[in-house]
């Protein structure tokens, strides 16, 4: 099997950034209209710091997958 070059990978890479992006922000949109309405903001810091910051760790996998030689 040939070996895949870092051009091909960093395409593969971008378009599985963006969709990865897409689908965080899809799931996490939908858990936050299914929580009950009223919540004040300290009962919702939680889960925004969840949700603003976890779509990181599969980016980092991929951005180092996309970094190798």
């Known amino acids: 099997m040939p070996?895949?070059?870092?051009?091909?990978?960093?395409?593969?890479?971008?378009f599985l950034l963006l969709g990865s992006i897409a689908a965080w922000v899809a799931v996490f949109t939908s858990v936050y209209l299914a929580l009950p309405q009223g919540l004040p903001?300290?009962?919702?810091?939680p889960y925004?710091?969840?949700?603003?910051?976890g779509?990181?760790?599969?980016?980092m996998w991929i951005v180092r997958w996309m970094a190798k030689p």
């Open 48 to 53: 925004f710091v969840v949700a603003g910051m």
């Open 3 to 14: 070996h895949m070059t870092q051009r091909n990978r960093k395409l593969i890479g971008v």
């Open 55 to 59: 779509w990181v760790f599969p980016a």
């Open 41 to 45: 903001g300290w009962a919702l810091l």
